[in-house]
């Protein structure tokens, strides 16, 4: 591999992982310290309690040292037994990802496709409950903000829909690329288990997971018998009540989680969320007036923390990440299976400002000039004037 240096900072605008803030770097930059001390009891429990403001949660989240995938097996592993049937809502690369992890696990994964440009709709999730009459339907599987299209999903809504057709189903949720980015609400809009990760929202490295889990979930964890052992949140609940982990934790991302949760309070979760919603909507304004076209092609469904963008036909969309990254020192997301050299993804998250926007845009819009790639000029000013105009 080349090491030539690069000038100036690496602009990492791949929908996760996101920049890492300097000061987590700092926070994490200490010694390990003995997991079974005093010392790191109070870290752990300060983190275990922080966090669960960020999901908006009373009940219990489990903190797991494993990427976000890890966390996907651990809520189906800790609720559900063999043959299970769960609705999955298919709407992109990573729902598509966690329906073939069900199906590797033994579950019965019932599918509602789409096409991949828009969020899950409640209205299909009720009609396939209302028809399932004798109950085989154990889960409903949603991703909150689909990674791969940039397009979100109402959870709040799919969870009415569930409950206007009075059936037992858990629902389960994917917030990896939304939590702490845009607003979630665990215990208000009725999520049975929350599947979250580090590296997107949270500004942290990747490499730690989350289970967030309501009363409802815990009860089926007593009576699934899908084999369960590193994911089992039983111990994980025990040795957490006393700030400890029933294994050795990743104790230098805790030190980065909790530092984390201090910024994210200090700037307040509302503020999080409308700094994310300001860039998006910068965003796809410049992409429209380069005459390109978004993936997401609901309105109400548009992701805040990412956008796909396609290009026009014989324009090959890694061609174009690539020059990118050659001359601007930028990473941007790839097209995922289907969209692959398709699409690529802008990603607006985590520790994110307007200067880093309008650079960016700035690069995407040099790029699709030295690409050859049909466009109109003027996307990133458009931004810039929006940015000017908007607080
Ligand atoms: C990133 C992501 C994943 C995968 O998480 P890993 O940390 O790579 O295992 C799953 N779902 C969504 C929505 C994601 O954005």
């Known amino acids: 591999m080349s090491r030539k240096h690069k000038t100036g900072r690496h602009l990492l605008q791949i929908p996760g992982p996101s920049n890492v803030p300097d000061r987590i770097l700092r926070a994490m930059d200490f010694p390990t310290i003995d ?7 109070e870290l752990a429990k ?48 990573f729902a598509s ?45 949603i991703v909150h903000n689909e990674t791969s299209t ?16 009075g059936h037992n189903a858990l629902l389960m949720v994917d917030t990896i690329s939304s939590l702490a980015s845009s607003d979630f609400r665990h215990d208000e809009w009725g999520v049975d288990v929350t599947v979250s990760g580090s590296q997107k929202g949270l500004m942290l ?63 307040g979760l509302d503020n999080v969320f409308s700094r994310h919603k300001r860039h998006a909507e910068a965003t796809r304004l410049a992409v429209q007036t380069w005459g390109l076209e978004v993936l997401c092609e609901e309105k109400e469904d548009f992701s805040n923390t990412l956008t796909a963008v396609l290009l026009p036909d014989g324009y090959n969309a890694d061609e174009f990440r690539s020059v990118v990254l050659d001359n601007f020192n930028m990473s941007l ?28 845009l700035g690069g995407i819009e040099m790029g699709l000039s030295k690409s050859s790639i049909p466009h109109q000029v003027g996307g990133t000013q458009a931004a810039m004037q929006f940015l000017k105009q908007s607080t």
């Open 333 to 360: 997301g790839n097209g995922l299976s289907r969209l692959a050299g398709k699409v690529f993804r802008i990603g607006h998250l985590g520790d994110f400002n307007d200067l880093m926007l309008v650079a960016t």
């Open 35 to 41: 997991h079974r001390s005093e010392e790191f009891f």
């Open 46 to 93: 300060q983190c275990l309690s922080g966090i669960k403001d960020i999901f908006k949660t009373k009940s219990n989240v489990i903190i797991y040292p494993a990427s976000g995938t890890g966390a996907w097996e651990a809520a189906l592993v800790n609720t559900l037994s063999p043959g299970d049937t769960v609705l999955m809502v298919e709407t992109g690369h």
């Open 150 to 165: 940039g397009a979100m999903s109402d959870v709040a809504r799919v969870r009415k829909s569930i409950d206007d057709t």
């Open 205 to 267: 490295p990747p490499g730690l997971s989350f289970n967030a889990i309501s009363k409802k979930a815990i009860g089926a964890h007593k009576k699934a018998t899908l084999p369960r052992s590193y994911w089992d949140w039983g111990e994980q609940i025990e040795a957490n009540s006393v700030g400890a982990f029933p294994y050795t934790p990743a104790t230098n991302l805790l030190y980065g989680l909790n530092e984390a949760i201090a910024m994210l309070k200090e700037e």
């Open 97 to 141: 990802l966690w329906v073939k992890l069900a199906k590797r696990l033994g579950l019965k994964a019932e599918l509602i496709e789409t096409n991949w440009r828009r969020g899950a709709d409640a209205e299909e999730i009720s009609q396939r409950l209302s028809s399932d009459k004798t109950g085989k339907i154990k889960a409903v599987c």
